[in-house]
């Protein structure tokens, strides 16, 4: 006698049932995003970055040239076969370096960028919650570190601590947050008189919670949107700091420094300084497309 088969309750079925209008969401930002030559242009950028960082230690010719190794019989020679970007003058290869160095400006990046958040994205919340004398001691703070230009404060934090990627990060970090306060308060500021929040503040919900599952949550898309574009905007920060001889110190293989040693080298050896210029350009530029894109379909009035 055939045993009857027993069909298997379909659990994929039922969980798009009960996300049906999460999915068909997602679906509209996947096709508006991209729609748009630009976003996509900036997402292959970043992603492309992203391999050759995760990548780059498997697919440099010279790994041991980013500890600074010396050999002068190949220094300063021009793009070759052997040599796609060319050497410097102590005959690293620097198709290698600048390889190598993209793993270290993303990091860079990426640290400053969640610091400044983790600082600046719960004062923010707090301070547009709470109103009032919190309110006012807060944004007086953050407005003493917005009356001083980012970078300069940063050479100064610098100059205190002393020349290195770690000081360069900590000073960084120190003066980004005060764009994540403004950001939030003021998005906060616009929430709290929600329905939905005075109804959570009715049933007695304790104000963390309602800080961190109401308020928190709807201000998630303009900060994934400064994030995405504060990524390009700290590596570039970071490469000035390296430029000037305060961030990362050589041999350290990080763009900035190449680009401030290289210049003693120009305009006859131009690559030593056009191929870690031309990485930066694109990263910050990639990152900057690809929040232009997130903000066309994360704030639906910018589209407008």
Request: charged share 15%; with cysteine.
């Amino acid at each position: 006698m055939a045993e009857k088969s027993i069909a298997a309750p379909d659990i994929g079925a039922g969980w798009r049932e009960r996300h049906q209008s999460s999915i068909r969401q997602i679906r509209l930002y996947a096709y508006t995003f991209s729609k748009s030559f630009s976003s996509m242009l900036g997402l292959g950028l970043v992603l492309l970055f992203l391999v050759i960082a995760a990548a780059g230690p498997w697919i440099v010719p010279f790994p041991e040239d980013a500890a600074g190794s010396v050999n002068l019989d190949n220094k300063l020679q021009a793009p070759s076969a052997v040599h796609w970007f060319g050497t410097d003058e102590v005959g690293n290869d620097i198709y290698t370096r600048v390889i190598l160095g993209a793993r270290v400006s993303l990091q860079i990046g990426l640290v400053i960028t969640l610091v400044a958040a983790g600082i600046g994205v719960p004062l923010g919340i707090i301070s547009g919650y709470m109103g009032g004398p919190v309110r006012e001691v807060i944004m007086r703070i953050t407005d003493i570190f917005l009356s001083v230009p980012a970078l300069v404060l940063a050479i100064a934090i610098v100059t205190v601590l002393g020349p290195g990627i770690l000081n360069a990060i900590i000073a960084l970090s120190l003066v980004w947050w005060p764009g994540y306060v403004r950001l939030v308060d003021s998005k906060a500021l616009s929430i709290r008189g929600e329905l939905y929040v005075e109804s959570a503040r009715a049933v007695g919900a304790s104000r963390t919670r309602i800080l961190f599952l109401h308020i928190l949550p709807n201000c998630v898309s303009p900060i994934i949107v400064k994030a995405s574009m504060d990524m390009g905007m700290a590596i570039l920060a970071a490469a000035s700091l390296g430029f000037i001889g305060l961030g990362a110190q050589p041999p350290y293989p990080e763009w900035g420094a190449m680009i401030s040693t290289g210049r003693n080298y120009l305009p006859t050896w131009w690559w030593y300084s056009a191929f870690p210029g031309l990485f930066i350009y694109f990263t910050v530029l990639g990152f900057n497309l690809l929040g232009d894109g997130l903000r066309d379909i994360l704030d639906p009035k910018s589209r407008g």
